[in-house]
C-alpha cells in the first residue's frame, strides 16, 4: 500500500513543500497526500481553460499549421470553445466557435471552454528564418522535454550546437532533438541552437525561454444548480474536477461523514459526473469525491446538499374580515404558505405595486398592520417565493367608505360684485367623500337648489342677475354620515366704469424740456372704488385709487425720457376700461449720424446683401435717415422711436462707390461721414462664337474660336475644350474675352465649349457644335446592264459615287455632256439613275458629284448599243424622252442654282427626308414594256409662276383614243389612276431658303 500523509503532519524529512510543489522524499517512489486546508482556497475558484498543442511546440516554419485544443472543466469531452488571436499590434482580430483551431499565423492565442475562465495565453511564431528551435510550452517538473533544431526545408545546416544561457550545451551531430528526460528547475533557461549552411555562413535558431513550473494539484465539486438552489424533482449534475494529476484518474464518490461508497467510476479523464435525475429529501447530506492515479490520492472538499420544497400558492386574508370599511380602522392583512421550505420571502401588493416585503425562517405565515385612509381602496394579493420562483395569492378587494368634507361653493364668473344681466354660476364641491353625495344651495338661509351627484364631487346651477339676487349664498353637502356647511360667499350688483379720459396740463404734444408735467385720469360712470393706472408707452406710471370721487392725477418734471404716449386705466373690479392715448414729445436736435456697411464677408460680392445702418446718437424722435450713393438718394428711413435706421442693398456692379447718411427731425439735418464700398463681380456664364471664313466651315479653314463672359472682375482665366478635353488656356486682365485659331482638319468636328474662372466662380458656356465639310472626291461613274451588249428595250443603271464629300451629295449624269437626270445623296454614298434603251441612248456618258464645295467630273464611259425596238414607234418615243429629259435638265439646273447658294455667306441646307429623292426606290426611274408610250403626250402647266417658288408645280401625260398607259412605278405616285409625273419642283426664293424636290427627278414611264 502506498503510504498516506497528511500535508498537517509532513516535516522536512518526509517532503519538501514549497508554493505549488510537491516533491518525493529521498528513497520513496511513490506516496499518498491528503490536502485539506491549503488546498481548500484554491478549490473555491473556478478552474481556467488550458490550451494544448498538436504538435507541441510554440515555433514553427512559415507554411505550416499547429492545433490547438481548448480543454475545460471536462478535461477531454467534446465541447464549444471560443478563441482569442491578437495580432502583434494587440489588437483582436477574430473569434471562432469551436474545441479545436487549427492556424498559421504569429500572435498570441488564448481560448475559454463553456465551463471553464479564460486561459492563459499562448504565443506562437510562425518563423522565415533557416535554422529554428522548437520547445513545448509550458513545462512542469518531471516533464519530459524534447527540444528539437530544425533547417528550412531545401536548405542543408551541419555542425547544429545547442546553447542555454549562451554556453555551450550540446553537439547535435547525429540527431536534432535533445532530450531532457525529468524536467527540474535547474533546467529553466534560455536556450538556442546554431550550425553551418552549406557553402555560405553560420545561422542561429531564434531563443527559447523555458521555466520549469511546480505543480499544484487541485481537486474540488462543482454543482448544477447551485448548492442553495437545489429542490425536490430536478436534476442533480456533481462534477468532480482534478487539476495537477498526471495518468490514468480513478474518481470515487462518497455520501455522509462515515464515507459510504455511493459510487465509484473509472475513466481516462480527469473528470467525472455523478447524476441524481429527480432528487428527493432522501439525497440530501455530504458530498465529496476522492482522486487517485495509483500514486497519488486528493480528496475534494465535501459539500452539503439539501435539498428545498418549493412554496405552495399562498392565502390573503383580512382581519377583520369584510370588504368594506371606514376610513380610520385598522386592518390586518396575513399571507401564509401551507408547505415550502424556509426561508421564505413574503411580498404584499396593492394594485400591482409593493407595498411591503418580510421574510420568515420559522412561521409559514407573515402579517402586518395598517390604518386606512381613502387611498388604500382597491385590490390586495400576495406573493411567496423560496427560491424556486414566487407564488401568487387571490386577489382581495377593499372598499373605504369616507365622509364628506366642508363644501367649497364658488361662484363664475369669479369675485362678489357681478354685473346686472350677467350669467352666473354657483358651484358646490366636497374634495373628499365617498359618492353619491347630495348637494342644497341656499341664499339667505332660505333654501334655493337640491342636486344628488353619482359621478364626481361637484354639483352646480346657473342663473341671470338681477338686483334681487344680491346677497349671502352657502351650500351643503352629506354622504349620509351628516352634512357639511360651506362657508359664506356674498354676491353684489355692480356699474361698471366708463372709458376713462386722459388729459395733459399743459395742453399740446410738445412741451419743452423741465416743464411741470400733470396727468389727469376722469371715468364719467362706474361704482367706487376705482383704480387708476397711468401707463407711458405700456409701462405703468404710477396707481392711484379714487374711492369718494371719479378723477385722478399726478405732476412730474419733464426730462428728454418722457417724450412717448400715454394713456390711463380705470378699474372697479368688473375690468379695466382703457382711454385714448396722448403724445407728448420733447424735442431735442439730431447729432451728426454714424453710418457703418454691414456685409456678410470682408470682400463683398454681386449678390451679397449689404445692410446700411445709419445712427445718431441723440436727438428728438421721429428721426428720419437718408441714404446717398454719390450724392444720389437711394433710400429712406423714419425712426419714429429714435435710434437708428437700416437700409438693405443687393449688392450689382454698379453699386461700388462712396456712400453717406443723413439724420434729420425737423430742427436741422446732419450729414455722416463717407465710407467707400468696392463690389466684386463672379464671372457670368461665357459665350463661346466661331469666326469662319464662310457660313459652312471646310477642311483648310482658320476658325477662330472666341470666349467672352459679359460680366466679372478680373483677372479672368479662360479655357477652351474640344469634346471635355482642354485644347487652350488663355488669362486676361482686362475685359474682351480671349481667342485663339485652328487651322481645321476632318479631325476638328464636334462640340466646342469654354470657361470662365475668377476668384470667385467658374462658369461653363453652353455647347456649340462644329461641322467640319469636306469637298467631293472625283466620282466613279459605272453602267449596270442587264447582259452585254447592251439592246435597245434593256434598262441599264447608271451609278455615280464619289469615294468622299460631306453629303448631301447632289449627282448629275450626262450623255455626250447633255445632262439626262440627277439624284441627291443626303447622307453621302452615290446615286443611280435608269435608263430604258433606244437607239439614240448609244455613246458617252459621265456624271458629276457636287456637295456645294467644287465640283467633280467622272471618267468617260461609252456604251454601245445593238438591235431594234420591235413594236415601238421609235420617232415618237424620241420625243416623249426628249420632252422628259428636258423636264429632267430644268430641274437641275434648280438644284445647281441651291449649291450655288450654298458657296455665299448665308446660304445654308437642311434636310427634307419626307421629300427627298433618296427615298424613293432606288431602281426609280425606269423605262420598260411601255406599248402605249406613242399615245402620251407632256403638258405642262404653272411653269414658274410669278411671285412663286415653284419652277414646275405639275406634269401630266395625256393618254389618247381608248389606249391606256402602264400604271407608274409604285412609290412614286399615290394611286394608280394619277397621271402626275412631277408635283411642285421647288427652288428656294431666298438665299437662306432650301430647295426642296418632292419627286424624283426622273420621268414616269
Sequence with gaps: MPKLLSVDNLTSGDVKVSPGLLTLPKGQDSFMVTLRTSLEEVATTAPKSVVSLHAPWTVAFQGETVKLICNGLRFNSAQKATWYYWYHEGKMSSKTLSNTHVVHDSGEYRCQASDS???????????????????????????????????????????????????????????????????????????????????????????????????VANVQIHTRPALELVFEGQELVLTCSVVGVPGTVRISWYKGSNKQRMKTKIQNSLNAEFKISMVKNSDAGEYNCEASNGHLILQSKPVTINVKVPVSHPLLTLSPPRDRAFEGDVVRLQCEAQRGSFPIQYEFFHEGVIIKKIETTSWRESSFRFTLTAEHSGNYYCT??????????????????????????????????????????????????????????FREGVFIKKIDATLR???????TLTTENSGNYHCTADNGRGAQHSTTVHLSTTIPVSHPVLTLSPPGDRVPEGEVMTLNCESQRGSLPIQYQFFREGVILKKIEATS????????????????????????????????????????????????????????????????????????????????????????????????SSFKLSLTEEHSGN?????????????????????????????????????????????????????????????????????????THSVGGASFNLSLTREHSGNYSCEAINDLEAQKSKMVTLNVLVPVSRPVLTLRAPGAPAVVGDVVELHCEAQRGSPPILYQFYHENVTVGSSSAPSGGGASFNLSLTAEHSGNYSCEADNGLGAQ???????????????????????????????????????????????????????????????SDPQEPTYHNVPAWIELQPVYSNVNPEGGDVVYSEVRSIQEGKKHAVASTPGLLKNSDSSVIYSQVKVAATPASRPQLSASSAPHR
Excluded at 517538473?141 to 545546416?157: I, T, Y
Excluded at 382581495?396 to 346686472?420: A, C, D, F, K, Y
Excluded at 439735418?669 to 466661331?690: C, H, K, Y
Excluded at 477662330?704 to 463672359?709: A, F, I, R
Aim: proline share 5%; charged share 15%; with cysteine.
Design 384 to 441: 411567496a417565493d423560496n427560491g424556486r420562483g414566487a407564488k401568487q395569492s387571490r386577489a382581495v378587494h377593499l372598499s373605504i367608505t369616507i365622509p364628506v368634507s366642508h363644501p367649497v361653493l364658488t361662484l363664475s364668473p369669479p369675485g362678489n360684485r357681478v354685473l346686472e344681466g350677467e350669467m352666473v354660476t354657483l358651484q358646490c364641491e366636497a374634495q373628499r367623500g365617498s359618492l353619491p353625495i347630495q348637494y342644497e344651495f
Design 117 to 215: 475562465l479564460l486561459s492563459n495565453s499562448v504565443r506562437l511564431l510562425f518563423s522565415t528564418a533557416n535554422l529554428i528551435l522548437q520547445a513545448p510550452l509550458p513545462v512542469f517538473e518531471a516533464d519530459s522535454v524534447v527540444l528539437r533544431c530544425r533547417a528550412k526545408a531545401g536548405v542543408a545546416v551541419n555542425n547544429m550546437t545547442l546553447y542555454k544561457n549562451d554556453r555551450f550545451l550540446a553537439s547535435l551531430h547525429k540527431t536534432s532533438d535533445f532530450h531532457i528526460h525529468q524536467a527540474d528547475m535547474k533546467d529553466s533557461g534560455k536556450y538556442r541552437c546554431s550550425g553551418f549552411k552549406e557553402k555560405c555562413c553560420s545561422v542561429t535558431s531564434n531563443t527559447v525561454n523555458i521555466q520549469v513550473q511546480g505543480v
Design 549 to 644: 370721487r371719479r378723477t385722478s392725477s399726478f405732476s412730474f418734471s419733464l426730462t428728454t425720457e418722457h417724450s412717448g404716449n400715454y394713456y390711463c386705466t380705470a378699474d372697479n373690479g368688473q375690468g379695466a376700461q382703457r382711454s385714448t392715448s396722448v403724445h407728448l414729445s420733447i424735442t431735442i436736435p439730431v447729432s451728426r449720424p454714424v453710418l457703418t456697411l454691414r456685409a456678410p464677408r470682408a470682400q463683398t460680392v454681386v449678390g451679397d446683401i449689404v445692410e446700411l445702418h445709419c445712427e445718431a446718437q441723440r436727438g428728438s424722435p421721429p428721426i428720419l435717415y437718408q441714404f446717398y450713393h454719390e450724392d444720389v438718394t437711394v433710400g429712406n428711413s423714419s425712426a419714429p422711436s429714435g435710434g437708428g
Design 457 to 463: 364631487r361637484t354639483s352646480s346651477f346657473r342663473f
Design 857 to 919: 467630273r467622272s471618267e468617260v464611259v461609252t456604251l454601245s448599243i445593238t438591235g431594234a425596238t420591235g413594236s415601238r414607234s421609235a420617232p415618237v418615243a424620241t420625243g416623249v424622252t426628249g420632252g422628259l429629259l428636258s423636264v429632267m435638265g430644268l430641274a437641275a439646273v434648280a438644284l445647281l442654282f441651291y449649291y450655288r447658294l450654298l458657296r455665299k455667306p448665308g446660304g445654308r441646307l437642311t434636310s427634307d427626308s419626307s421629300r427627298n429623292p433618296s427615298n
Design 659 to 731: 456712400y453717406a447718411c443723413e439724420a434729420n427731425n425737423g430742427l436741422g439735418a446732419q450729414r455722416s461721414d463717407t465710407v467707400s464700398l468696392s463690389v466684386t463681380v463672379p464671372v457670368s456664364r461665357p459665350v463661346l462664337t466661331f469666326r469662319a471664313p464662310r457660313a459652312q466651315a471646310v477642311v483648310g479653314d482658320v476658325v477662330e474660336l472666341h470666349c467672352e463672359t459679359q460680366r466679372g472682375s478680373p483677372p479672368i482665366l479662360y479655357r477652351f475644350y474640344h469634346e471635355d478635353v482642354i485644347l487652350w488656356i488663355s488669362s
